[in-house]
């Protein structure tokens, strides 16, 4: 009896899956291009919440979940909201090709996170293998795919991600970012609450890296400008600098940032299909391949996606006030 029961929702499932996929398909051919996410790390604190942001995005068509264990449960979870996107999950090392095959944009929040006490630093020995690993798998199985690079520290697992497509002859800077979008969302937050500015209408520029004193927003070029000057400038510059330590220490050895970082994230890969889509004025500050200093192989800067037709974004090469391309 058991057995039959199990048999009956077994098929049911079948039927269910069958058509929550036809019904995605119809609805997705219809609002435009087809556009495949994948996210590796997708059962973790921050791929979760990602994922089920990307879910949620209309210019998501297929969601690709991957990770060494827990996926499937995480993708059935997602697939249940009722957006257009076809949902997939993959878990273990013999998944991650079907996980990867005809990806547009690969995001990687795969790794392990700090714990108070901890730089970003101390997460290198062991993000850089699965990083490595990753990158090595794209290389083989979606090489024209875009990479946003989430796994700290970014300063690091980006050049290492260039290193793995230099090796495997796919590499094209244009598609490689290290993604650095928190770092300007907390400093809109902090620049807007201290101004008394509308947060939705403020933006900051943040340059450098991804990393204490790498991060450097300029709030000379925040917009609506208002100015930030001596101890204020010290203080909001600081707490951008520090607020990954924030969330670290106030998570007590829980983790860091998940959610900011899941919205960050769902932030720049939009920009990133936006990009691919052909849509104009897409602009993020982004750690990426740079000649900007030349001492700096690599630098985050604002980037224009218009390029991203062509399969790549084109670099700022001035970061002046208004000066984006
Ligand atoms: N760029 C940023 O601004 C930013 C912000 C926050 C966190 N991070 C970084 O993101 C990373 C993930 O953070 P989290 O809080 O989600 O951690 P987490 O431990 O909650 O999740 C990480 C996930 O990665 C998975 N994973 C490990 N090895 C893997 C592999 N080889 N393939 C696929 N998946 C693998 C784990 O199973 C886990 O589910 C950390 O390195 C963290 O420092 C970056
Ligand atoms: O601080 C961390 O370790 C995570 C992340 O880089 C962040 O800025 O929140």
């Keep these: 009896m058991a057995g039959a029961r199990g048999s009956v929702v077994r098929s049911l499932r079948l039927?269910?899956?069958?058509?929550?996929?036809?019904?995605?398909?119809?609805?997705?051919?219809?609002?435009?291009?087809?556009?495949?996410?994948?996210?590796?790390?997708?059962?973790?604190?921050?791929?979760?919440?990602?994922?089920?942001?990307?879910?949620?995005?209309?210019?998501?068509?297929?969601?690709?979940?991957?990770?060494?264990?827990?996926?499937?449960?995480?993708?059935?979870?997602?697939?249940?909201c009722n957006t257009p996107a076809e949902v997939s999950g993959f878990a273990g090392d013999e998944d991650l090709g079907k996980a990867l095959e005809g990806s547009d944009v690969v995001i990687i929040p795969a790794g392990v996170p700090r714990k108070p006490g901890m730089t970003r630093d101390d997460l290198f020995k062991i993000n850089a293998g699965i990083v490595k690993t990753l990158c090595t798998a794209i290389s083989q199985h979606c090489p024209e795919a875009i990479v946003n690079m989430i796994s700290n520290p970014v300063n690091s697992t980006v050049p290492?991600?260039?290193?793995?497509?230099?090796?495997?002859?796919?590499?094209?800077?244009?598609?490689?970012?290290?993604?650095?979008?928190?770092?300007?969302?907390?400093?809109?937050?902090?620049?807007?609450?201290?101004?008394?500015?509308n947060v939705r209408d403020v933006d900051v520029p943040v340059v450098g890296g991804h990393a204490g004193i790498t991060i450097l927003p300029l709030f000379s070029q925040a917009t609506p400008y208002k100015p930030v000057e001596g101890d204020e400038l010290e203080a909001l510059t600081k707490?951008?600098?520090?607020?990954?330590?924030?969330?670290?220490?106030?998570?007590?050895?829980?983790?860091?940032?998940?959610?900011?970082?899941?919205?960050?994230?769902?932030?720049?890969?939009?920009?990133?299909?936006?990009?691919?889509?052909?849509?104009?004025?897409?602009?993020?500050?982004?750690?990426?391949?740079?000649?900007v200093i030349p001492e700096l192989p690599f630098f985050a800067s604002k980037i224009r996606a218009y390029k991203f037709l062509d399969g790549g974004a084109e670099h700022n090469i001035h970061v002046g006030p208004k000066v984006i391309s």
């Design 239 to 291: 707490r951008t600098q520090d607020g990954g330590t924030e969330v670290v220490q106030a998570k007590a050895g829980k983790g860091s940032a998940t959610l900011s970082m899941a919205y960050a994230g769902a932030v720049f890969a939009e920009a990133c299909l936006k990009g691919l889509n052909g849509e104009k004025g897409i602009v993020e500050c982004t750690y990426v391949q740079s000649s």
């Design 160 to 197: 290492i991600a260039a290193e793995v497509f230099k090796k495997a002859g796919t590499y094209d800077p244009r598609k490689l970012f290290g993604v650095t979008t928190l770092d300007v969302v907390r400093a809109r937050t902090f620049y807007a609450a201290k101004k008394g500015l």
């Design 15 to 80: 039927v269910g899956q069958h058509v929550h996929k036809q019904h995605s398909r119809e609805m997705s051919s219809s609002v435009g291009p087809q556009r495949k996410v994948t996210i590796l790390g997708a059962a973790g604190g921050i791929g979760q919440p990602l994922g089920l942001l990307m879910k949620l995005n209309p210019l998501v068509t297929h969601l690709s979940l991957y990770d060494i264990a827990g996926t499937p449960g995480v993708a059935a979870d997602i697939s249940h």
